[in-house]
């Protein structure tokens, strides 16, 4: 086995990709082997002696771990660019996060984020549309969009699912998606719910006057078909489509990409099973490197988090996530485990707050995110006790009396679905006072 990875007077190049990882000895094994033995794997090591390799090569290839912080069982190598396809997001996964998680000398190892040098971020597209694309769309310019997930997630028929997407778009609702399971199951099958729920749109955008879209989910078994959906949608005058990014993998979603520079439909990016890789925060990898990834294959928008739902992340890592997602330059912060990334040309994408929000809860969601993020709503709109289209007036009323200064209690006397929705689950604010005046920290 080769030797000599650890190299803490090495100083990274413009060239070296960077990774920060969290890493576990096990039992016996010193942090110093675990370290090299893990350089080693991700690279050109193996278990044993090799005389394979010519060392002119192995000089040239070998990374450097050039950082370590045993206290917070943290490191830092430079990979040498040559290492990776570096247009191939599976490659570069299979080495800086592969075979590694299997190692019996690490009990422990999470991926926590990796910056790429400019020579890769300039072999991706990055999002077609992005945050701004999809508010020129939406001729949306200064205020969060509402969105809605049709529910139940399934069981309506394509008639049901299309009706409750237009009662939503008629509350006010900016966007109208499928849940992540719904794809093109017998009882409501993917061609006739787009056809009919697209009609649906049309006819809201008629009578409301406001652009309205619909996330159409095309994941599908197989590229091929996953592209035969997308192109229906396109062809039905449909402007957006959605993908369970985890469950159909980083080759279909290049895939994807590559076939919507012709398509031009906004791509929605449902993180469904990132927990699987991304909760444990000793072991797997961290949703930063997910949001990342995301950004740079080129997808329009990406679920970040809600800090007020039910879904599982602390503000800090929702926001550090949100980051990723929205700006040019990230700065390096050591305590939330981000490096320092330069998007050149890559847009921002659009950062979507979604799982177990309703409509007292805007006023915080707005302290936290700001007007650059996608509200979207499930149970907290179909649940409300007036129905699904009083649902969506009560987000918009909420947003509006929000954006104006205005309080929900205060917006209550003039908005009875509002109220309504108060009545039902009572004053986020009031229920969560440490959480009041949070956004500003």
Not at 208 to 233: D, H
Not at 394 to 409: E, I, P, Y
Not at 418 to 436: F, R, V
Request: glycine fraction near 8%; charged fraction near 25%; include cysteine.
């Amino acid at each position: 086995m080769l030797k000599g990875y650890i190299d803490l007077e090495y100083k990274p190049t413009k060239k070296d990709v960077i990774c920060k990882y969290y890493i576990e000895p096990a039992k016996g094994i010193s942090f110093e082997q675990a370290a090299t033995n893990m350089a080693g794997e991700s690279s050109i090591d193996t278990w044993t002696d090799i005389l394979t390799l010519s060392p002119t090569l192995a000089k040239k290839l070998k990374p450097s771990v050039f950082f370590m912080d045993k206290k917070r069982n943290t490191i830092k190598v430079a990979y040498h660019i040559d290492l990776f396809e570096i247009n191939s997001i599976p490659q570069f996964l299979s080495s800086i996060a592969g075979n590694i998680f299997s190692m019996k000398l690490l009990e422990n190892l999470r991926l926590q984020d990796i910056s790429f040098p400019r020579e890769v971020i300039k072999q991706f597209k990055g999002p077609k549309f992005g945050l701004q694309g999809v508010r020129k769309l939406l001729k949306v310019k200064d205020r969060p969009l509402i969105g809605t997930i049709v529910k139940p997630k399934v069981g309506l028929t394509s008639e049901k699912h299309a009706e409750v997407a237009y009662n939503a778009w008629l509350g006010g609702c900016d966007i109208v998606k499928d849940d992540e399971n719904l794809t093109n199951q017998k009882f409501n099958q993917f061609e006739k719910r787009a056809k009919l729920t697209l009609k649906a749109r049309d006819k809201a955008e008629k009578e409301t006057g406001e652009r309205k879209m619909y996330m159409c989910n095309i994941t599908a078994p197989t590229c091929q078909e996953m592209l035969r959906r997308a192109k229906y949608v396109k062809e039905l005058g449909g402007e957006y489509i959605m993908i369970d990014i985890i469950p159909v993998g980083w080759t279909a979603l290049q895939t994807l990409r590559e076939a919507n520079e012709e398509l031009g439909l906004v791509l929605h990016a449902h993180r469904c099973m990132h927990s699987a890789l991304t909760r444990n925060s000793k072991h797997g990898v961290n949703m930063l490197v997910i949001a990342k990834l995301t950004r740079l294959i080129g997808l329009d928008q990406l679920h970040v988090g809600t800090v007020t739902g039910k879904m599982h992340g602390e503000k800090d890592e929702v926001l550090a996530v949100r980051d990723e997602c929205i700006l040019k330059h990230v700065k390096e912060n050591y305590k939330l485990n981000v490096l320092k990334q330069d998007w050149g040309n890559i847009k921002p994408l659009f950062p979507v707050a979604s799982g177990g929000l309703q409509p007292t809860m805007i006023p915080e969601l707005v302290r936290i995110f700001g007007k650059d993020i996608i509200m979207q709503f499930g149970g907290g709109i179909h649940a409300h006790p007036m129905g699904t289209k009083a649902g969506a007036m009560a987000c918009r009323q909420a947003l509006d009396a929000t954006l104006k200064g205005v309080s929900l209690s205060e917006a209550t006397k003039t908005n009875k679905e509002l109220k309504a929705a108060i009545d039902k689950w009572g004053s986020y604010e009031k229920l969560h006072p440490t959480h009041s005046h949070a956004a500003g920290d």
